[in-house]
């Protein structure tokens, strides 16, 4: 078989096979051989070690007995006994130093020295006679390693290089052969010698993947040959219409064209110079006419349109269909539906491309100005919502602020009455604390004067919260011998008396029935959704006994009782009328009471 020069430097397939096959089984042969030539070894040397054990076992009481005697031959025996265990080159009793009977040899190369004491017990006394002492030589174990080495080796290459050389065979007969066949074929297929078929000898019991593929081959062959049959009867009728169809384009409002890439020039009618302010003469006559068309292309898909032609030209494409922007010879803006149709090909290349013009110039200028209509409608309409939607803002922030300011009125005034209701109380509880003659009745009424006091001369200004109750901290004296942790922002700005506020932590804290029981106290300040949130944990020296613990909790909730004093309903009273809030008492642990009050910043 003739094999092309252009398949020389292609690498056989046998031959990468077999190399890979070699690799592969020298490979596995070497792990192989690793793991029998480790196994062996570690077996004989568990054999030397278990053969030491039984010398051990064996003769180290028969030997300390015959020391004890001072039997030199039945010693003597017994060492010659040992050397015949496998590996045993040496063997001598060592007393001392001084060496009491051997046997062996002893300048012979000793790989692993082994000894065990003699010792020997007569009436209950135990006495040491001496070591015996064995030089083990491995010598026969590697020699016998290197042998099975030597077979294992020699029987896998003779095993290998057999199974490879004959895979090899198979390869070339099967595959290789056929391929060869199928490439030679290939290599003078063209659609001139469509008739003449892959054929590869093969029997027909003998088919495989390869008789499939060429079975494929030659259908293909046979599609392309039918195809180039359809392509040559199309072509036929495709030259029969052709000038019908050029008399049709030059009586249509369509510029049409024919551009032959090989010419590199134009077959047009008047209507395609007509729309390119030029004519037909100039344009035939025109060199590189297809570039200077491309150049004539604008707009923002310009870029894009130019690199569809140039794939069009290449035969990458068939057919484009787009709307250009062009400026024509005389450099007037135009707009053009164009198609470019690729009507005839050489070898897979156009021969002739096909272009048809349709001028959409007044269609796209009627368009324009009907979206800058539009464009302008929408603005108008747009900046109107606008208008009217600020408006509707203004109107709602001003109704907002009415209703602040009126409900602002409706607070004044009702603060107004309530301090003058404050002031009549206020006269009424100083008279009447002048005249009590009852002491247990002046500290509630006492809590009633101070809050009255404050309220009747209530003076709202702007407080840091915070400065505020790190100065309670700071002078109140009752806290001095407690551990106090607060937890404060940097800052809190709020509208209100300070005194009311000094009013509620000296009545809630000072007055709180288990201060007295408090060790540390963890005061924290933090705004939540709006509301200012004060928590107040007092954690005691020891947890409540149970008879407290269960006075003081509801057996509903798990919260507190309230405290049986004068100023709890008070204290309430102000935080949930005046700040819109909440006061709540519950025992957390059985060692800690936390009080905790909400503030609405909207009342601040």
């Given at each position: 078989?003739n094999t092309?020069?252009s398949?020389?430097?292609y690498?056989s397939?046998g031959?990468r096979?077999l190399?890979?096959l ?7 042969t070497?792990?192989?051989?690793l793991?029998?030539?480790m196994?062996d ?5 568990s054999s030397?070690d ?6 051990q076992?064996s003769?180290q009481?028969s030997i ?7 039997d030199a ?11 015949n ?9 060592e ?9 062996g040899d002893v300048?012979s190369q000793s790989?692993?020295?082994y000894?065990?004491?003699?010792d020997y017990q007569s009436a209950?006394?135990?006495y040491h006679l001496?070591?015996?002492h064995l030089?083990?030589?491995?010598t026969?174990l ?6 099975k080495?030597?077979?294992i080796?020699l ?7 057999s199974v ?10 099967v ?7 199928m490439?030679?074929w290939a ?5 001139s ?5 892959l054929v590869l000898?093969?029997?027909q019991?003998q088919?495989?993947?390869?008789s499939?593929?060429?079975?494929a081959?030659?259908?293909?062959r046979?599609?392309?040959q039918?195809?180039v ?5 199309s ?5 029969s ?5 050029s008399?049709?384009?030059n009586n249509?409002?369509i510029?049409?064209?024919r551009?032959?890439?090989d010419d590199?020039?134009?077959?047009c009618?008047n209507?395609?110079?007509n729309?390119l302010?030029?004519?037909e003469l100039?344009l ?10 491309m ?6 898909h310009g870029?894009?349109?130019?690199e569809r032609?140039?794939k069009?030209l ?11 922007c ?9 707009y ?13 290349r156009p021969?002739?491309?096909l272009?048809c013009v349709?001028?959409r110039t007044?269609?796209q200028?009627a368009?324009?100005?009907a979206?800058?209509?539009t ?11 606008e ?10 922030a001003?109704v907002?602020k009415?209703?602040y300011e ?8 009702r603060?107004?009455?309530?301090k ?6 206020l ?6 604390a002048?005249?009590i003659?009852?002491?247990?009745m002046m ?6 004067l101070?809050?009255l ?7 709202r ?8 109750i790190e100065?309670?901290?700071?002078q109140?004296?009752a806290?001095?011998?407690?551990k106090?942790?607060?937890q ?5 700005i ?7 506020i000094?009013f ?10 288990l201060?007295?029981q408090?060790s ?8 939540v959704?709006?509301m200012?949130?004060t928590?107040?944990?007092f ?5 409540l006994?149970?008879?407290i ?6 057996a509903k909730n798990?919260?507190?009782?309230q405290p ?12 949930s009328l ?7 008492r ?5 060692d ?9 910043m909207?009342?601040?």
């Amino acid at each position: 078989m003739n094999t092309p020069a252009s398949y020389k430097n292609y690498a056989s397939i046998g031959r990468r096979l077999l190399s890979y096959l070699l690799a592969f089984s020298f490979v596995t042969t070497l792990a192989a051989f690793l793991y029998i030539l480790m196994s062996d070894y570690q077996r004989g040397m568990s054999s030397y070690d278990k053969n030491l054990r039984q010398i051990q076992t064996s003769y180290q009481q028969s030997i300390s007995y015959s020391l004890w005697n001072f039997d030199a031959r039945q010693i003597e025996s017994q060492l010659n006994g040992i050397l015949n265990f496998p590996g045993v080159m040496y063997v001598y009793i060592e007393n001392r130093g001084n060496v009491l009977h051997s046997a062996g040899d002893v300048y012979s190369q000793s790989d692993q020295s082994y000894s065990f004491a003699l010792d020997y017990q007569s009436a209950g006394q135990p006495y040491h006679l001496g070591n015996l002492h064995l030089n083990i030589n491995y010598t026969g174990l590697y020699d016998e390693l290197k042998h099975k080495t030597v077979n294992i080796l020699l029987t896998q290459f003779v095993k290998t290089f057999s199974v490879s050389i004959f895979v090899l065979f198979i390869v070339h007969q099967v595959i290789t052969r056929r391929l060869s066949k199928m490439a030679e074929w290939a290599s003078q297929f063209n659609l001139s010698k469509l008739d003449h078929p892959l054929v590869l000898n093969d029997a027909q019991h003998q088919r495989d993947e390869l008789s499939m593929v060429a079975d494929a081959i030659n259908r293909m062959r046979e599609t392309l040959q039918q195809d180039v049959d359809e392509r040559e009867r199309s072509r036929m009728q495709l030259e029969s219409t052709k000038e019908q169809l050029s008399m049709a384009i030059n009586n249509a409002a369509i510029g049409f064209c024919r551009y032959l890439p090989d010419d590199d020039t134009f077959e047009c009618n008047n209507h395609f110079a007509n729309q390119l302010a030029s004519t037909e003469l100039e344009l035939e006559s025109m060199k590189h006419p297809m570039d200077r068309l491309m150049d004539m292309i604008s707009g923002p898909h310009g870029v894009e349109q130019r690199e569809r032609i140039n794939k069009l030209l290449q035969g990458r494409i068939a057919r484009i269909h787009d709307e250009f922007c062009l400026y024509n010879f005389r450099k007037e803006e135009c707009y053009f539906d164009i198609t470019l149709q690729i009507i005839r090909y050489d070898e897979n290349r156009p021969q002739q491309i096909l272009i048809c013009v349709v001028d959409r110039t007044k269609e796209q200028i009627a368009r324009r100005h009907a979206q800058e209509l539009t464009i302008s409608l929408e603005n108008k309409v747009t900046q109107r919502t606008e208008e009217l939607y600020n408006e509707q803002l203004r109107t709602k922030a001003t109704v907002q602020k009415l209703e602040y300011e009126l409900d602002q009125l409706n607070t004044n005034e009702r603060q107004q009455q309530q301090k003058k209701i404050n002031h009549l109380l206020l006269n009424q509880l100083e008279h009447l604390a002048e005249h009590i003659r009852q002491p247990d009745m002046m500290p509630g009424i006492q809590v009633f004067l101070q809050y009255l006091r404050i309220t009747t001369h209530d003076e709202r200004t702007s407080i840091n919260l915070t400065h505020c109750i790190e100065e309670w901290l700071n002078q109140t004296p009752a806290l001095q011998n407690i551990k106090v942790n607060p937890q404060l922002p940097f800052s809190l700005i709020i509208e209100e008396n300070p005194l009311l506020i000094r009013f509620l932590l000296d009545y809630l804290i000072l007055k709180e029935p288990l201060l007295s029981q408090c060790s540390q106290l963890d005061l924290q300040l933090r705004l939540v959704n709006n509301m200012v949130m004060t928590t107040i944990d007092f954690h005691l020296d020891s947890p409540l006994n149970p008879a407290i613990n269960e006075t003081l909790n509801d057996a509903k909730n798990g919260r507190l009782s309230q405290p049986d004093s004068e100023f709890y309903d008070l204290c309430d009273h102000i935080i949930s009328l005046r700040f819109d809030g909440k006061l709540e008492r519950l025992l957390t642990e059985p060692d800690t009471l936390r009080l905790e009050f909400s503030l609405d910043m909207a009342r601040l």
